[in-house]
């Protein structure tokens, strides 16, 4: 118990937990071949997705649970558990939505930090940066396979999903990161602007999603992204032909 917080708060769920075994499992189909392989495919990809969306916000709320906001653990957000999030639709239904029709790794927003219980500056981006940090991690640790020269041909569905989970977390990185109003990319710099910038920043927030999604809707905007992304994977040593191959293999109704 901290500071007369139960246990329980710090405990991964029962949902996160189901999730990471329904990961794992359908990984091992996947690599074994087993059963339907594109339905295999298709549950590993959305369960990986949805395991990195909870660590996502996890990280936001562990560090401003250290930075003062003690009411991350009262509201269930330290437990890994998606069901608690504040808008569970547009952290879970939609980027999984988006992830199937488009294979953009959209970012969501999740949990609410209260942050007026935290002091600093500093602490504020550090907060804000904690989730986009993790979608770097995962993004690394799943392009090092191929970075190492791995056989893609064999188990190649397997490999195809990896590269294809790979570049979700690019593209979330990238998202994240970038400065819009309201989303992670933009809370990094606002506690470091002018009282009347940040005026206009607070107008412009609660509108960040929609104007991700305009800018992205726009081909030429669109193209940039595309192509600043698969740069970046393809420097790392992310095949664009097996991230194309995961991505028909996640759409197993066609």
């Not at 996890?58 to 608690?84: E, I, M, Q, S, W």
């Amino acid at each position: 118990m901290v500071a007369g917080i139960p246990r329980e708060a710090f405990r991964p769920s029962a949902v996160f937990l189901c999730l990471v075994a329904l990961f794992l499992t359908s990984g091992w189909m996947t690599w074994a071949e087993f059963g339907n392989v594109r339905l295999d495919v298709f549950l590993f990809v959305v369960t990986g997705w949805l395991v990195s969306l909870c660590v996502h916000e996890y990280a936001h709320a562990v560090v401003a649970f250290v930075a003062g906001d003690r009411n991350v653990a009262h509201r269930g957000y330290l437990t890994l558990n998606p069901l608690k999030y504040s808008h569970p639709l547009l952290s879970i239904v939609l980027p999984v939505v988006v992830v199937l029709l488009g294979g953009i790794g959209l970012p969501g927003g999740a949990v609410w930090i209260d942050r007026h219980e935290i002091p600093g500056r500093l602490r504020h981006t550090l907060v804000s940066l904690a989730g986009p940090a993790t979608n770097v991690v995962f993004a690394l640790l799943l392009v090092i396979p191929f970075a190492v020269g791995v056989d893609a041909v064999a188990h190649h569905d397997f490999w195809a999903a990896v590269a294809l989970l790979c570049f979700l977390q690019l593209t979330a990185s990238v998202l994240n990161l970038m400065p819009v109003p309201g989303l992670d990319g933009g809370n990094v710099i606002q506690p470091w602007l002018s009282p009347q910038w940040k005026r206009g920043y607070d107008i412009l927030a609660p509108y960040g999603f929609i104007l991700l999604f305009a800018l992205l809707w726009n081909p030429r905007i669109a193209g940039w992204f595309f192509d600043g992304v698969n740069a970046v994977g393809s420097a790392f040593g992310l095949p664009e032909w097996l991230r194309d191959d995961g991505f028909a293999l996640i759409r197993f109704w066609r």
